[in-house]
Structure formats: C-alpha cells, structure tokens
C-alpha cells in the first residue's frame, strides 16, 4: 500500500526549507509514497523537487 502524503503551506513565498518534512516522508521506503501534494496559495511552484506537485488551494478546491 503506497501512501501519498500532502502538506499546506498557504503563503505567497515558499523556500526549500519548507518542504523538508514532506521530502521526508516521501524519502522513506515504509510509507512506499511516489510523490507529495503541497498545497500553496498561488500557481508558482513551491520547490523544484520532482517528486512534490505543487497545487494551489483554489484549484485544490474544485476538483471533484
């Protein structure tokens, strides 16, 4: 069972700092996660790590 771990960091500017707990998670081999969601509040990409999507909240919000 993979698990896919997902982090909100609702703010305008996001550095690479920010995202070391979801780069943990998904670095360990128990949780078998293929990738990380982390949720921001605008379309610019959070990190350049290509195992996290970065999705801002509004678009979050309408999907279905």
Do not use: C, Q
């Amino acid at each position: 069972m993979s698990r896919i771990p997902i982090e909100v960091k609702y703010r305008s500017r996001i550095d690479h700092a920010d995202t070391r707990g979801l780069r943990a998670f998904v670095e360990k081999v128990v949780y078998n996660a293929p990738f990380g969601i982390l949720v921001t509040l605008d379309d610019e990409p959070g990190t350049d790590d290509p195992r996290i999507v970065s999705i801002p909240l509004a678009t979050l919000l309408m999907m279905r």
